[in-house]
């Protein structure tokens, strides 16, 4: 299974961002299916969560301005991101951890400018 991010790019304080996220093959046991971001230099962290059940998480930086969504269908993740701030830019990458392991896509950058 190979998970492949889009949608990344620059965009002013204020603006909108919409990441999408398509996984190549079937993914079976999977626990949850997230979003981190990394600042150069700092630890990876995560940003949204949301399991096969439905069950979502944010932290707390994102909440009210972020949503993550997936479409079984497509297998995609997304994560649609509001009211964006100089503070989350970051390189963002998707990831599904299961049972066999922990997926992981390249990242893509996203830059908000103030």
């Known amino acids: 299974v190979q998970l492949q991010a889009s949608g990344g790019g620059l965009v002013q304080a204020g603006g909108s961002l919409r990441l999408s996220c398509a996984a190549s093959g079937k993914l079976v046991g999977v626990w949850s299916m997230n979003w981190f971001r990394q600042v150069s230099g700092e630890q990876r962290e995560r940003v949204a969560q949301i399991t096969p059940g439905g069950l979502i998480n944010y932290a707390d930086s994102v909440k009210g301005r972020f949503t993550i969504s997936r479409d079984s269908a497509k297998n995609t993740i997304n994560l649609q991101m509001n009211s964006l701030k100089p503070e989350d830019t970051a390189v963002y990458y998707c990831?599904?951890?299961?049972?066999?392991?922990?997926?992981w896509g390249p990242g893509t950058q996203v830059t908000v400018s103030s």
């Open positions: 990831n599904v951890a299961a049972k066999v392991g922990a997926y």
